[in-house]
Every structure is written in C-alpha cells, then in structure tokens.
C-alpha cells in the first residue's frame, strides 16, 4: 500500500512526535509494508461475526469508592519527575 | 533448583549468580545488576536458616526480572531511552510475592524497548546474544530473561508474553517458557504493552520449578481487576487422552527440522498409548494480521502515558509544552515503538476503524470460537513456537514484517486468553534449540505443565 508524506505527518501528529525527512522516507515503506500485511483481512468475510475486545471472563469489576492506602507518597512521585517547584511539577511557559 | 539451606548458602548461591553474570558479560544480559543488595539480602537469609527460623519457599534462589517489572532495585527503564532515571517506588505484585517468598534478585533483564520485537534487537541498551549461537538473536522480547536461564546465571526469571514473547526465547534457548491464561497472574506494576493479551509468565530450567512459581504467584490481586480467582491452587489434573496438531501449521514456511521435531513428539506420544488428532483451523492464518491491528491499537492508548512530564527522560530542547512532548518522544521512543503508535493511530482513525480495528476484533472472535472447538475434539494442542530457529543477528532488523512473521504461530493463543508452554525439543543439526509449545484450554495451565513431563523423552 502507497503511504503519502501527508499521511505520514498526520500520524505523526496524533502520535505527538516530529517525525525528520529521513525518518519520514523510511516510514513511508516500513507502514506501507504493514499495511499491505494487515489489509489481508480483506479475505475473510466477518459481517456475522460479533467483535471480541477482550477475553478476562468478568465485566465490570467494581470495588467501593474508598480512598485505599498508597504505597509511594507524595515526595517519592515527585522526585521521579525533572523540574518541580513548590511541590508541583514544572513545565515550560503553555501561554 | 538449588534453594539455600545449612549446607548450601543463599551466599554461596547468589556469588555464583553474580560471578557468573560478570563472566557472560558480553552477551548483554542485564540492564542492572543487583549485587549489594543481593549479597546483603543473602546473609539475612543464611543468619535466619543458622538461627533455625522458617525462610520462604524460595529461599535463597537467585533470580532475574525483565526490566518491565517495577521494582525499586535499579532503574526500571523497559530498555527504552525515554524511562531513564526511572526508580519506581512502588514493587510490582508478581516480584513482592517472589521476594516475600525469600527468593534473590539478582538484575534486570534486556529487552526489545517496551517489548515491542521478536529478537532483543530493538532494545535501547544493544541486542542479547544467543546462549547457543553467539552470532543469533535471543529472541524476544523477554531475550535477556531466556539467556540468564539457560546460560544457568540465575534459577528463573520473569518474563511478559503479549504475542510470544516467553514462548519465542525459551524456544530459540533451550528452556521452559509459560504464557498464563490470561489473567492469572497480577500485571500491578508491570509496563503495559497491550492490555488485552499482556501475560505475566516465567523462564525456568525444570517443569517442577515451573510449577513451583505458578503456585506462588497466581491468584486475584485487589491491585489489579483483570485477575482471576486462584484456579491454580486448586486444580485437579485432568487425564489426558489425545492431543491435537494443527495442519494448517504443516508446511513449508515452517523449517523442516522444526516439523521433524513435531512428527518426533507425536511418534512419542503414540508410543505412549496416546491418540494424535489432525485438526483445521483455518482462522489462525489470519491471527497474525489482527494481532498486528489490535495490539498496535493498544499500544498507541497505553504509550500515551510517557510525555517526559512526570517521570523518565526529559527532551531539553524544548521552549513549549507540546514542543516537550514530541520531542520528548521523538528522541525517547526506539524506531519499532514509533511505527507501531503510527500503525495504531492509523487503524483507529475514523474512515479507517470499521475495515481494521473492527475487523480484527471480529477475526479474534473466530480464533476463539476455533480454540473452543479444537479443544472439545482434544485434550491439548501441539505445535511449533516459531516457524525458525533462532535467527542472525541484523537478518530481520530492517524488514518489520519479516520480524513479526516470527510470531505467527504464538500470537494467537494471546488473542484467545488461553495457555501455552514452550518446551525443549531438541536441536537442529547445526546445535541451535528447537521449542514446541503445548496449548491448552484456559485455566489448563497446571495440566499443562504436567503433561509436558509425559514429552520429556525417558532417559
């Protein structure tokens, strides 16, 4: 299957990642060639067939709406991140 | 597997571990290596057994962890660039009852980055090499896991299988590999790949071990809501009388010695007072396209989570938040990563749903129904892991759909939720591994286990 550029740079886009020219060249086959296998789908019809999303036997487990115990605090989550001030997180200027 | 006791050491057994760790170095095992905490954790243990005090079931036993286990033992990076600096505070359920059980860990293992690939290849940190062929894959993406065992380094080691990844290295490395039903092993705490088919599974040398760890590590977690109540525990082993094998797998883009290893079992089965069936499943030629479709789909939802905001690397360059983000992920994600989001987004795009995600959805839904019938008919089912043995390192690294195609005989037990055990089954003539994988219906793990003591050949 033929992937055009724009294709490419929409993915990308809805990826949240920037994508090079040299990059975007390699992409092109490489989704293409994906492509071209996954579309063998076309193969088969399915039209009676009802969807699977997923095989856990259960649906909706619930438990109650309780706050449990945490087992990292506050400060050890901070500390994973690059920037904090005032114990929050800190990222670059959004307005 | 040697578990400490007043003769044998958890000191002795973990300096072992470590010294051997050190000697295959080059095989680009571990991502970190525990080894004061490793040694220190020893000598509690063998200061509990002087004094006489009840250690665990594992006591002592030095093992390893795939590096998308969290843990507060090193960082846990999932061999991606994009977790570096990553020390989780929290422990996942799987290695907690591991530890609680006085068992060692020893590192963490390498891995195709965020377990996406077949080979380890594509592992920010460089390929794991072949514990057979030093110039082959490990297979993947648990490769590290598979290598420590087999090269004897560590007694098990954990792994996650989403389309093969226990099954494929066990096989292309001569050890035991368990892919769970699905959901019988608590993820809490494990980084998710595809939610919908993600196993936690072991790599051990002996059925007995296999069965062993299971017992410790199956059953329902308050952490996480896709566990299954403890069947393990608690299943009697059921008699088996026949055993299936697949032809629409017998043929020629599986290798020949691999079929010959097959038709070698089935003759030892037979011999064994067992009946061999010949099933059709058609459906399964098209499992590896709607794996291909679901599982990327998935992983475009559950890799969203990394944005370098609250964890892991941070991209500098950076003036603007959602500069921060795609160049966060632009330089954090390896290249397979990225085309698997790409394929994901594309195959959820409106306009482009109903013919793939869709689609395959409703393929999944034929594999199993195919599994339920296969099962009514047999006991279990026999099969090749992989259509090769293990492969070059660089063969397939450039040609993705070559390297899923690796997978087109272990991906759709995942699709369907239902068990698969790689065994053992003897080496090519150019001494590489040879696996098969026992499958059976869900929850059959323990029959499973059991019943691959029956292909073991008698010595």
Not at chain 2, 26 to 39: H, K, P, R, S, V
Request: aromatic fraction near 8%; glycine fraction near 6%; proline fraction near 4%.
């Amino acid at each position: 299957m033929e992937v055009e550029r724009e294709t490419i740079m929409h993915l990308a886009d809805l990826s949240n990642f920037s994508v090079s020219n040299t990059e975007c060249e390699s992409l092109k086959q490489d989704l293409g060639e994906i492509l071209n296998y996954i579309s063998q789908l076309d193969e088969i019809d399915v039209s009676d067939v009802e969807p699977t999303y997923q095989v856990f036997e259960m649906e909706n487990v619930w438990r109650d709406d309780e706050i449990l115990p945490q087992e990292a605090t506050r400060e050890e989550l901070l500390a994973l991140t690059k920037e904090q001030k005032d114990n929050q997180i800190k990222v670059p200027k959004v307005l | 597997m040697r578990i400490a006791n007043k003769t044998i050491t958890a000191t002795r057994l973990v300096k072992d571990a470590l010294d051997k760790a050190h000697e295959f170095k080059d095989y680009n095992i571990f991502t970190f290596l525990n080894e004061e905490g490793a040694l220190k954790k020893a000598a509690e243990i063998d200061a509990k057994i002087a004094a006489g005090e009840k250690v665990g079931k594992l006591a002592g036993v030095p093992f390893a962890i795939k590096d998308n286990f969290l843990a507060p033992f090193g960082e846990t990076t999932a061999s991606a660039h994009i977790l570096e600096g990553f020390n989780s505070p929290i422990t996942a359920t799987a290695v907690a009852k591991l530890l609680a059980e006085d068992a060692i860990l020893i590192g963490r293992t390498n891995l195709d980055a965020f377990a996406h690939g077949s080979s380890t290849e594509n592992s920010y940190f460089g390929p794991t090499l072949n514990s057979h062929d030093r110039e082959r894959v490990a297979g993947g993406s648990s490769g590290g896991s598979a290598v420590a065992v087999a090269l004897d380094i560590v007694e098990f080691a954990t792994g996650t299988d989403t389309g093969g990844s226990i099954r494929q290295p066990a096989s292309f490395n001569d050890v035991y590999g368990l892919k769970p039903t699905y959901g019988c092993i608590s993820r809490y705490g494990v980084v998710a790949m595809a939610s919908s088919t993600d196993c936690i599974g072991f790599f051990t040398k002996s059925l007995e071990d296999m069965d062993l760890l299971m017992s410790i590590a199956s059953g329902k977690d308050s952490k996480d809501l896709t566990t299954l109540d403890d069947y393990y525990n608690n299943s009697e082993v059921a008699k088996a009388e026949k055993v299936g094998i697949i032809k629409d797998f017998d043929n020629d883009s599986v290798a020949p010695e691999i079929r010959a290893a097959l038709k070698s079992k089935c003759e030892l089965l037979k011999s064994k007072g067992y009946e061999i069936i010949e099933l059709e499943m058609p459906a399964l030629k098209y499992a590896l396209a709607a794996y291909y479709i679901i599982v990327p789909a998935e992983i475009t939802s559950n890799l969203s989570r990394y944005d370098g905001v609250r964890y892991g690397f941070r991209s500098d360059k950076s003036t603007g938040l959602n500069e921060l983000y795609a160049n966060t992920r632009d330089e954090g994600f390896m290249p397979e990563n990225k085309r698997r989001i790409m394929i994901g987004n594309f195959v959820l795009s409106s306009g482009f749903y109903d013919a793939y995600f869709l689609k395959a959805a409703k393929v999944r839904t034929l594999i199993i129904k195919e599994y339920e019938e296969a099962f009514s008919k047999c006991d279990f089912l026999l099969t090749p892991v992989a259509p090769n043995p293990a492969f070059k390192l660089g063969e397939k690294a450039n040609d993705p759909v070559a390297m899923y195609l690796e997978d087109m005989m272990s991906v759709s037990l995942n699709l369907a939720g239902v068990p698969g055990l790689a065994i053992p089954a003897g080496k090519t003539a150019s001494g590489l591994p040879i696996g098969l994988q026992l499958v059976g219906p869900r929850r059959s793990d323990k029959d499973l286990i059991e019943f691959a003591k029956v292909l073991k050949e008698d010595k």
